[in-house]
Structure formats: C-alpha cells, structure tokens
Antibody, heavy 116, light 111 residues
Framework: QVQLVESGGGLVKPGGSLRLSCAAS????????MSWIRQAPGKGPEWVSY????????YYADSVKGRFTVSRDNAKNSLFLQMNSLRAEDTAVYYC?????????WGQGTMVTVSS | QSVLTQPPSVSGAPGQRVTISCTGS?????????VHWYQQTPGTAPKLLIY???NRPSGVPDRFSGSASGTSASLAITGLQAEDEADYYC???????????FGGGTKLTVL
C-alpha cells in the first residue's frame, strides 16, 4: 500500500546536526513533489520545505532557510532533510508528506528533540 | 501565530452540527488557492479529510463537508459522533511564502 516511513530523529544538542530520511513505497515516488512538515508539541503543523519531483525546485520556510537542506534520491524512493545549527525551537515531530498542494499521504513522523 | 486563523475549540452534543472556520488572506485562500482539511487524533499523523475545498477522499463519511468563499473556508460536521473528537486543521498554499500554510487547529469536543 501507499506508505511513507520517516527515520533519523533523536536527541541532539543545540548547534548540532541531524539527517532525516523518508522511505516511500506503493507509488511512483519520482512522479511526485514532496514536503517536510513539522509539528511542535501542542502546536499545529508547520510547513518546512518542499522539493519538486526532479529535485530542481526547492523552497524553505524562513524559519529554517540556510540551516536545513532537502534532497531526494528517486532511484531509491527516498527523501532526506539535513538539519544543521539546530535550535530548541526546532523540537518537533517531523513528517514527510506527498505534496500535490494537497498533503494526501503522510508518514508516521519522527521526533526531533533539541536540548542540552 | 499561524497564517490561517481557526477558533481554538468548538463543541457539540452527539447528533448535533458544528462548523469550524478558517480565515486567510489575499495571498492564500483569497488568491483562489484551494483549502484542505485534516483530522488528527493524539499520537497520529494528520489525515486528509477534505480536499479542494469541498471534496471527500474515499472512506470519509458524508457527514463531513467543506466550503470556501473569499478569504475564508469552513468545515461542517453533522450528526456528531464520539469518534469525531479530534483536532482539525485547515491548509492552503501561500504565494508569498511559496509553500503550504496551516491554521492553528481547532479542538472538537463531543459533549
């Protein structure tokens, strides 16, 4: 079935780095735009980044621009988020989602905690 | 501060009808970008409930309906059931941000 599975979350100190992965299955990954969405504890979702099907078009939320880098490997049906210079306010559950301006498929999420 | 504005909470008795509003601006809903609604229960990912303002994915009961006009949209739930108790989020696209924007969420309590 259509599925997204995130991995790579964990506890990291402020200023540290983390790389999240999202494995897609059940659909032709390379045909779809993808996004990363995060949700801080007790808050609503926040869009983080968007990458086109080819990877040539990328956008970031202002809150992560210059610190986060999104990429994809269509041959391996995988999406990535490299997060550098992490801050306490980046603490959240990070979801990958299939993005057709409708976020129709979401993964289960991976928790990122930034704390000393 | 979310780009789209929703009431923090709504409530209703079983069988009643409730509505949840979502207000945006000229760079998102007012620009003609569609509004989508998601339902989220604790510990789970948001689930698509309404897409393209008015459409239901297969499997979503017809008790859920959406509408949009101008810079606002609404989600209506009729015949409230205990299982409808959840957080509801609206989402659209914003041309000034070149990305998705969300409402802050509305917690529905079934009394």
């Amino acid at each position: 079935q259509v599925q997204l599975v995130e991995s790579g979350g964990g506890l990291v100190k402020p200023g540290g780095s983390l790389r999240l992965s999202c494995a897609a299955s059940g659909f032709t990954f390379g045909d779809y735009y993808m996004s990363w969405i995060r949700q801080a504890p007790g808050k609503g979702p926040e869009w983080v980044s968007y990458i086109s099907s080819s990877g040539r078009t990328i956008y970031y939320a202002d809150s992560v621009k210059g610190r986060f880098t999104v990429s994809r490997d269509n041959a391996k049906n995988s999406l990535f988020l490299q997060m550098n210079s992490l801050r306490a306010e980046d603490t959240a559950v990070y979801y990958c989602a299939r993005d057709q301006r409708i976020l129709d498929i979401w993964g289960q999420g991976t928790m990122v905690t930034v704390s000393s | 501060q979310s780009v789209l504005t929703q009431p923090p909470s709504v409530s209703g008795a079983p069988g009643q009808r409730v509505t949840i509003s979502c207000t945006g601006s000229s760079s998102n809903i007012g620009a003609g970008y569609d509004v989508h609604w998601y339902q989220q229960t604790p510990g789970t990912a948001p689930k698509l409930l309404i897409y393209g303002n008015i459409n239901r994915p297969s499997g979503v009961p017809d008790r859920f309906s959406g509408s949009a006009s101008g810079t606002s949209a609404s989600l209506a739930i009729t015949g409230l059931q205990a299982e409808d108790e959840a957080d509801y989020y609206c989402q659209s696209y914003d041309s000034s941000l070149s990305g998705s924007v969300f409402g802050g969420g509305t917690k529905l309590t079934v009394l």
